[in-house]
C-alpha cells in the first residue's frame, strides 16, 4: 500500500484541482494500492465541503476508486509539519508521500516514484532508510507554467550529499516518498524539533542513515502564490539577488542558526542509528555543523572548508562566506 499524506488548511482556492488530480492516479503499472489520508488543520473556509463534494462525484462515477480516508481530528496544530506528522502518525502503509493542498500531480507520479523506490529496494535492501523524490514544474497562482524543471530554475545539485543537504534543502516535500524503514525513523521526531520543515528535516535524517534518491523528472506542477514563495525567483536572476540582499545578514544568521540546531535534534535523536550506517566521521560533521551556533565567523569558515558545505551557486556561496 501507497498513503498519499494530504495536509489541508484554508485551501479552498485550490483544493478541488489538487484532489482530482490524486483520484486519478494511475495504478495500472503498479503491484499495489494507493490510499489517500486526508487531515484538515481546522480550516474556516470550505475547504473540507469542496473535498467532499469532489470525493462523491469521484466515487459516483469511477469503477474500483481508490480508498479516501479524512481524518476526524479538528484540533489545529498550527503547522504544516505537525500536520504531516499527525498523518504520518496514522499511516501504516508500506510506503508514504506528502501532497501539499494546491499542487498539482501528474497522473504518473506516484507510479513512477513507487517503481523507481522498488528497484532502489532491490538494490539497497528493504531494511535500508530511503527516501526518493523528484523534481518538479512551476506555474504561478493562476496555474500558467513559469519553468519546466524547478532544479534548473533554481540550478539546484542533483547528488542529495548530506553535507549539501545540511546548508541547503533540494528535496521537495511534495515530491518524496519513504520507504517504511525511513517512515518509522521519521515518526520518532516531534514536529518542533523541525525548525526547517518536515521536508529538511526527513532530507537530512535519511541522507545520515540510508539513501536520498533523485529521480531526474518533474513529476508535478508546482505552485507557487503569495503564501507560497519557495524558489519564488530564478537563480542567478536580478530579482534573487535583490530579495537576498532586502532579506540582510539578520535573516541569514536567523536561518542559519536554527539549521544548527535543527542539525542537534537529529544528532540528539538518532546518533545511534547514525553511527551504525555511516560511521563516526558523519556523526563527527553532524556534532561540529551543531556546534557552529556557537562559533564564531573563523571557526564557522573552516568547518566550512573542511567539510565542503557550501549552498549551490557563486553568489550564495559568496553570501555564505561573507555573512557566516
Not at 479552498?12 to 494511475?26: A, F, G, M, N, P
Not at 542513515?209 to 519557495?230: C, F, M, P, W
Not at 540528539?268 to 558523519?282: L, P
Request: net charge positive.
Amino acid at each position: 500500500m501507497v498513503d498519499i499524506l494530504l495536509a489541508t488548511y484554508n485551501g479552498e482556492k485550490y483544493i478541488d484541482r489538487q484532489i482530482k488530480s490524486l483520484v486519478t492516479q494511475d495504478r495500472d503499472s503498479m503491484d499495489t494500492d494507493i490510499r489517500i489520508l486526508i487531515r484538515d488543520d481546522g480550516s474556516t473556509d470550505k475547504t473540507l465541503d469542496i473535498i467532499n463534494k469532489r470525493l462523491e462525484y469521484y466515487r459516483a462515477k469511477r469503477p474500483n476508486p481508490m480508498e479516501v480516508v479524512i481524518s476526524q481530528d479538528r484540533k489545529p496544530t498550527g503547522s504544516p509539519a505537525a500536520n504531516f506528522m499527525k498523518l504520518l502518525s496514522l499511516s501504516d502503509a508500506e510506503y508514504v508521500m506528502f501532497s501539499d493542498q494546491d499542487d498539482m500531480w501528474y497522473r504518473r507520479k506516484t507510479a513512477v516514484t513507487y517503481n523507481y523506490m522498488k528497484r532502489c529496494e532491490e538494490k539497497y535492501g528493504k531494511e535500508t532508510p530511503i527516501l526518493v523524490h523528484s523534481d518538479l514544474s512551476l506555474m504561478n497562482a493562476e496555474g500558467k507554467k513559469i519553468a519546466d524543471s524547478f532544479y534548473d530554475y533554481q540550478k539546484l545539485p542533483k547528488d542529495d550529499r548530506l553535507s549539501t543537504l545540511l546548508i541547503q534543502n533540494t528535496v521537495t516535500g511534495c515530491t518524496m516518498m519513504l520507504n517504511k524503514a525511513a517512515a518509522d525513523l521519521l515518526r520518532q521526531a516531534p514536529a518542533e524539533e523541525m525548525l526547517l520543515m518536515h521536508d529538511h528535516y526527513a532530507a537530512i535524517l535519511i541522507a545520515a542513515t540510508g539513501k536520498v534518491k533523485l529521480i531526474d523528472e518533474a513529476l508535478i506542477r508546482y505552485r507557487q502564490h503569495s503564501q507560497n514563495i519557495v524558489g519564488a525567483h530564478a537563480a542567478g536572476s536580478r530579482a534573487e539577488y535583490k530579495e537576498r540582499f532586502d532579506l540582510g545578514r539578520g535573516k541569514f544568521l536567523q536561518d542559519m542558526d536554527l539549521s544548527y540546531r535543527q542539525a542537534g535534534y537529529i544528532l540528539k535523536r538518532y546518533e545511534k542509528y547514525i553511527r551504525e550506517a555511516k560511521g563516526e566521521d558523519t556523526v563527527t560533521m553532524l556534532r561540529e555543523y551543531s556546534e557552529l551556533i556557537m562559533a564564531d565567523k573563523l571557526q564557522r569558515m573552516e568547518f566550512f572548508q573542511k567539510y565542503g558545505v557550501y549552498k549551490n551557486g557563486l553568489v550564495k556561496k559568496a553570501v555564505q562566506m561573507i555573512w557566516c
